[in-house]
């Protein structure tokens, strides 16, 4: 019997009123409202025991995938590969006390997650040396949902993340890299290359909580010929090596896909 099916049985246990024909009606809904290609039937399935109070408990099998994932989810292991990852920054709780958090984004076959690492997570040894790329394990992280509603993995004190050489058939970077030419609008957390077309230049701008902050701005050259302007916020001149030059190729991790207001 796989795993679904038997998730699929301990649902049926808590709601004997249902019938698989039932669930297997409501896991069609739940994907035509979310999309199919976001979410998975065994995804759907815990979705569904949420709506109902009921938790499918037990950590999630490394072999499942990020799409799995649901806000709720309690002491989940899975093997990741790492998209970027953030420097630690602290912040004061309302009672004034500090706590730091470093953020990162996953990536597997199908899909990526936010990461949250929290106090002493965000410092672990080690964790400076991580690289895009890089094979992790997540160990009994538990997951919340962002502003947007999408699941967060966060590793709180009784989490951990490791790094594995086990054999992945999570593709490696130079493998997800695309060219300009490939995108297209609404995409994100992607990872493209292309070649700087002219000079990059800084920018100022005030964000929407009246902060101030910086950005740059270059243009990049596809394999086509084709052009697409580039922003990277909260960055400055100190983030560019000094060795970077006109019509160097560069590649951008993390990338989304946004159309200018001006419609270019």
Known sequence: MSEFDILVNKLLEQKPEL???DIEEQIKQKKEKIGAGYLTDQGALFLIASDFGISLSGPLKVEMGLKDLYAGAKEIS???RV?????AKQFSRKDGSPFYLRTMTVYDANSTASVKLWDDKAN???IEDIKPGDLIKIIKAY???????SPTINIGSGSNIELTDNKSEIPTIDKITKDINELQE????????GIIDGNVSSMEFTNSRGQP???LRMRLKGKDGGMMRVVLWGKDETDIPNMIS???KVRLLGVNIKKWKSGT
């Not at 609404?186 to 290359?193: C, E, N, P, R, Y």
């Open 19 to 21: 019938t698989r024909k």
């Open 78 to 80: 899975l093997e990741t």
């Open 83 to 87: 998209l970027n990852v953030s420097p």
């Open 124 to 126: 672990l040894p080690g």
């Open 143 to 149: 997951v919340k949902s962002d502003l947007n509603g």
């Open 186 to 193: 609404g995409q994100k957390d992607l990872v493209i290359s």
């Open 213 to 215: 902050g910086k950005a």
């Open 246 to 248: 006109q019509n160097a």
